[in-house]
């Protein structure tokens, strides 16, 4: 294929990806922005090939891998629950990152297959590009697998810290940078392996002390770490569609964290550097043994919700968890049917990832006007005679308005304690994520009702 009519095809593709992600700012058109990201994808992947033409006796491998990697790709799609999507994210990251180290690596060690020069005389741009692709795409497998398993419960998602932490992430951050310039120097194989390996240990050491309840803006964060990683190794490549895709992942990635952190009154810059200035989560903890909850059950809640004007549902990671959100669409339904008014509150962060509580409701069909995002509905809570808290925990807790020593404090949170009733779904009254007691729990106008979210909510329908 010529260069011209490639660069044509990586163009329709790069447009079809802007259009994916423009689909997927919506639960409304996130299918149809799905389709669009697929069909890039395919016309870029079929374009590459056409392109390199001549793969040798190699192109049976490339074929092999790369219908093993859509067969695992597709299996674990399929079977994984939405509550792992998080983490499976994270892992998707770390695998981005890899590759770009794995190009990089090749592109060092075989620069004359890419036609970048020759072993210690490789171009000073190339060389350039495919240190800093490497650096990125280290650090971002590295921190995205502290991430999953952080995410996973297999490693504590509190935050680990320890003196000199951002002295020693300062230091390895700028020697990163130094060996990059030596490295455009003396282009020495040592001191390119040394970038590699400073780059996966600063991965760990900056998502390490970043605590549960900022989990969701290190996802972002990490995502726009393998778009930036993927357009340096596009550039090694002089691969077009690469370099359009990555800058369009990295860079919506970084918008994404921005919004996110401003949502949550957190510093952009205190995140992407590892948790600066971070709260110890030990100093705001409670001793709940001390205090009084009131208890309710289903009859409770259906007397309530049946004689109330207005109803505001918060859902959160819990009504994940139970996959309850059918459940609560037919308790809606039955509310609706007794003349009450019934709206959604969602929290930015709700459900440990942005857009996780929509898509779950999109899934069981709430009308898409139904579904508010805080700062729509927040003022509400006021008005509201019962707030149905499913599942939720740290976006609910009034101790992020009133608490200095809290690691949520600061953090926008939806006002439900603001409402005439509080019908609260929780298991137990185990912290959040954050690792914090919620305050909510022991409030005069609070009835804590301990079952599975969906158990629950099946219950109450049938009292309706």
């Given at each position: 294929?010529?260069?011209?009519?490639?660069?044509?095809?990586?163009?329709?593709?790069?447009?079809?990806?802007?259009?994916?992600?423009?689909?997927?700012?919506?639960?409304?058109?996130?299918?149809?922005?799905?389709?669009?990201?697929?069909?890039?994808?395919?016309i870029?992947?079929?374009?590459?090939?056409?392109?390199?033409g001549?793969?040798?006796?190699?192109?049976i491998?490339?074929?092999?891998?790369?219908?093993?990697?859509?067969?695992?790709?597709a299996?674990?799609?399929f079977?994984?629950?939405?509550?792992?999507?998080?983490e499976?994210?994270?892992?998707?990251?770390?695998?981005?990152?890899?590759?770009?180290v794995?190009?990089?690596?090749?592109?060092?060690?075989?620069?004359?297959?890419?036609?970048?020069?020759?072993?210690?005389?490789?171009?000073?741009?190339?060389?350039?590009e495919?240190?800093?692709?490497?650096?990125?795409?280290?650090?971002?497998?590295?921190?995205?697998?502290?991430?999953?398993?952080?995410?996973?419960?297999?490693?504590?998602g509190?935050?680990?810290?320890?003196?000199?932490?951002h002295?020693?992430?300062?230091?390895l951050?700028?020697?990163?940078?130094?060996l990059?310039f030596?490295?455009?120097?003396?282009?020495?194989?040592?001191?390119?392996?040394?970038?590699?390996?400073?780059?996966?240990?600063?991965?760990?050491?900056?998502?390490?002390?970043?605590?549960?309840?900022?989990?969701?803006?290190?996802?972002?964060?990490l995502n726009?770490?393998?778009?930036?990683?993927?357009?340096?190794?596009?550039?090694t490549?002089?691969?077009?569609?690469?370099?359009?895709?990555?800058?369009?992942?990295?860079?919506?990635?970084?918008?994404?964290?921005y919004?996110?952190?401003?949502?949550m009154?957190?510093?952009?810059?205190?995140?992407?550097?590892g948790?600066?200035?971070?709260?110890?989560?030990?100093?705001a903890?409670?001793?709940?043994?001390?205090?009084?909850?009131?208890?309710?059950?289903?009859d409770?809640?259906?007397?309530?919700?049946?004689?109330?004007?207005?109803?505001i549902?918060?859902p959160?990671?819990g009504?994940?968890?139970a996959q309850?959100?059918?459940?609560?669409?037919?308790?809606?339904d039955?509310?609706?049917?007794?003349g009450?008014?019934?709206?959604?509150?969602?929290?930015p962060?709700?459900?440990?990832?942005?857009g996780?509580?929509?898509?779950?409701?999109?899934?069981?069909?709430?009308p898409?006007d139904?579904?508010f995002?805080?700062e729509?509905?927040?003022?509400?809570?006021?008005?509201?005679d019962?707030?149905?808290?499913?599942?939720?925990n740290?976006v609910t807790?009034?101790v992020?308005?009133?608490?200095?020593?809290?690691?949520?404090?600061?953090?926008?949170?939806l006002d439900?304690?603001?409402?005439?009733?509080?019908?609260?779904?929780?298991?137990s009254l185990?912290?959040?994520?954050?690792?914090?007691d919620?305050?909510?729990?022991?409030?005069?106008?609070t009835?804590?009702?301990?079952?599975?979210?969906?158990?629950?909510?099946?219950?109450?329908v049938?009292?309706?």
């Open positions: 294929m010529s260069a011209n009519l490639s660069a044509l095809f990586y163009l329709i593709s790069g447009i079809l990806f802007i259009l994916a992600l423009r689909g997927l700012s919506s639960p409304e058109t996130s299918r149809q922005g799905n389709y669009f990201g697929i069909a890039g994808m395919a870029s992947i079929v374009v590459t090939f056409l392109t390199v001549n793969f040798g006796s190699g192109f491998y490339v074929l092999l891998f790369l219908v093993i990697g859509g067969a695992v790709g299996f674990i799609a079977r994984i629950p939405m509550t792992a999507m998080p499976l994210v994270a892992g998707f990251h770390s695998l981005v990152g890899l590759a770009a794995f190009v990089a690596i090749s592109a060092f060690l075989k620069p004359d297959a890419f036609n970048l020069g020759y072993v210690g005389n490789i171009k000073l741009a190339s060389l350039i495919m240190s800093l692709g490497a650096s990125i795409g280290a650090i971002t497998f590295s921190g995205s697998i502290i991430a999953f398993l952080k995410l996973r419960g297999i490693m504590s509190s935050p680990i810290t320890f003196k000199g932490q002295i020693i992430n300062l230091v951050g700028l020697s990163v940078i130094f990059i030596y490295l455009c120097q003396t282009q020495s194989t040592n001191l390119f392996w040394s970038i590699v390996l400073l780059s996966f240990i600063l991965g760990i050491l900056i998502i390490i002390p970043i605590g549960g309840a900022d989990m969701p803006v290190v996802i972002s964060m726009s770490y393998s778009g930036w990683a993927a357009a340096g190794i596009g550039f490549l002089e691969n077009t569609a690469l370099i359009i895709t990555g800058a369009l992942v990295g860079s919506s990635g970084a918008i994404l964290s919004i996110m952190c401003k949502g009154n957190r510093s952009f810059f205190n995140v992407i550097l948790g600066w200035g971070a709260t110890d989560t030990g100093s903890s409670q001793s709940k043994e001390q205090k009084a909850v009131k208890n309710g059950n289903a409770d809640a259906a007397f309530l919700m049946k004689n109330a004007s207005s109803v549902i918060v959160g990671y009504m994940a968890v309850a959100q059918h459940a609560l669409r037919e308790m809606v039955a509310l609706k049917k007794n009450v008014k019934v709206s959604y509150a969602i929290h962060v709700a459900g440990r990832m942005p996780h509580m929509n898509v779950l409701l999109a899934e069981a069909n709430v898409y139904e579904v995002e805080l729509e509905i927040n003022n509400d809570f006021a008005n509201c019962v707030a149905y808290v499913i599942g939720a740290d807790n009034p992020a308005k009133s608490d200095p020593q809290s690691p949520i404090y600061g953090m926008p949170v439900v304690e603001k409402s005439k009733s509080v019908l609260f779904v929780k298991r185990s912290p959040g994520y954050a690792g914090i919620n305050d909510l729990f022991y409030r005069d106008n009835l804590m009702l301990f079952s599975d979210a969906k158990k629950m909510t099946e219950e109450i049938k009292n309706l």
